[in-house]
């Protein structure tokens, strides 16, 4: 075991908006491999995904807040305007499917920074491929609650879309606006 280096280590933090081709290998100094070390990034930029998923939620919860202010202030005018509900009922469908489609995109790009972040990033370092040197993966940090905020997504989509058939039943489309009574005393026409 005499001449053999102890082994060297290489890490790398990842953090949001995961933007993995501005991350660099850390542990390592140029002096140490005879020189050959390079400096090595990873592959991938997921940073649009992420940012899309999270400022929907935000703008979301926002929305809550203000309709939390009209149901319960002001469930007269609520009740009273015809054009409210409705309005309403777009903008719950619109959030739904919104759901769908950025909680997929942030599941997707997740699924690519495993990938990303996986054993087979030592393939891509030229250092590892050359005579001599061997490399061994160490392992990943978890990523428990990046999948945690991914099924909170989906759960977001369910909860929305069952929404969607209760704000649904408050406008026209499911109760049409009843025809006005008519005058007392008058008598139908063709009898």
């Known amino acids: 075991m005499e001449g053999k280096a102890p082994p060297i280590s290489s890490s790398f933090s990842l953090s949001p908006p995961c933007r993995l081709n501005t991350v660099l290998f850390k542990g390592l100094e140029s002096t140490k ?3 050959t070390w390079n400096e090595t990034h990873l592959v991938g930029d997921f940073s649009s995904s992420a940012q899309f998923f999270v ?5 979301v919860f ?3 807040m203000v309709a939390l202010v009209l149901y319960v ?12 509900p409705m309005v309403d009922f777009v903008i719950t469908v619109v959030v739904a499917f919104l759901w769908l489609v950025s909680t997929s995109a942030w ?4 699924t690519d920074i495993k990938t990303s972040t996986g054993p087979d990033t030592i393939l891509g370092i030229k250092f590892c491929g050359m005579p001599g040197h061997s490399c061994v993966f160490g392992g990943v940090s978890s990523m ?3 999948n945690v905020s991914v099924v909170i997504g989906f759960l977001n ?4 879309a069952g929404d969607a058939w209760f704000v649904y039943k408050e406008t026209n489309l499911h109760n049409p606006p009843e025809a006005p009574a008519p ?3 008058s008598t139908p026409r063709g009898m």
């Open 183 to 185: 005058p007392a005393g």
């Open 55 to 59: 400022t929907f939620a935000v703008f």
């Open 73 to 84: 202030g002001y469930l007269h005018l609520y009740r009273g305007a015809g054009k409210l």
């Open 107 to 110: 599941a997707k790009a997740l």
């Open 62 to 64: 926002l929305y809550c």
């Open 157 to 160: 989509l369910i909860l929305w």
């Open 33 to 35: 491999c005879n020189n």
């Open 144 to 146: 428990g609650s990046l």
